[in-house]
């Protein structure tokens, strides 16, 4: 696929705010995460005319080099810091699964949940806490908040594999 | 199971929806706030409360009583 230097530019305007905004709430520093969406836009005009629509949205095909990125700056900086645990680092579904309607299932499904079996998945996989931490924040036990997201998995498995 | 939630919450820093957004917010803010010492007082009175029962219900419910 071929693109104009006008629809360079306008991808440019439409994904900057989304790809600073993701890179910035990954690693919390403004500087880097501005040199690092710098660094992604070089990497998406490299590779523009690669980018094939049939096997991913523009939208997942820029995230996925974002993402890229930031595994690359983890990378880069292992021995400063450690790859955070939600951080998907080796996905190979990413086509399949990130879309703006995989978003809405997931939004479905954790509203069929129990509060907590849903605040347990979202303090883990979004807000990162450890078991650990989830169990201390709700007050009970570790093995109870296991059982819990393991009840959660179950009925997410259900709901976003029969979509 | 776990790779897909993974992904999908990361992609949700991309790429924002507004539904998983409020769940998210809704589970954030009430466990990162700080509990008033009315909440405190309840929360020791009442320590089988969270085994049972969401303890967020419990303290909307005593709110509205006052």
């Known amino acids: 696929m071929v693109f104009t230097d006008q629809q360079k530019e306008e991808i440019y305007q439409n994904y900057y705010r989304k790809v600073y905004g993701y890179i910035v709430s990954k690693i919390n520093d403004a500087d880097t995460a501005e040199d690092l969406t710098s660094t992604v836009f070089v990497k998406v005009y490299e590779k523009i005319d690669s980018f094939d629509e049939t096997k991913a949205s523009l939208s997942t095909w820029i995230y996925t080099i974002a993402r890229n990125t930031l595994t690359d700056y983890y990378r880069s900086r292992r021995v400063f810091e450690e790859i955070p645990e939600t951080f998907p680092e080796n996905s190979s579904v990413e086509e399949e699964v990130c879309n703006k309607e995989m978003l809405e299932q997931l939004a479905e499904a954790l509203q069929t949940l129990e509060e907590r079996e849903r605040d347990i998945i979202i303090l883990r996989f979004y807000s990162g806490k450890s078991l650990k931490e989830i169990a201390e924040k709700m007050g009970i036990s570790y093995s109870y908040v296991k059982i819990l997201q393991n009840k959660a998995f179950d009925k997410l498995k259900k709901l976003l594999e029969n979509e | ?66």
Request: proline share 0%; no cysteine.
């Open chain 2, 1 to 66: 199971m776990e790779d897909k939630l993974k992904l999908l919450f990361d992609y949700q820093r991309f790429e924002k929806n507004q539904s998983l957004e409020n769940l998210i917010q809704e589970t954030e803010n009430y466990y990162d706030r700080e509990l008033s010492d009315e909440e405190m007082k309840f929360v020791a009175a009442a320590g089988e409360l969270n085994a049972n029962g969401r303890l967020r219900d419990k303290i909307i419910n005593v709110k509205n009583k006052k």
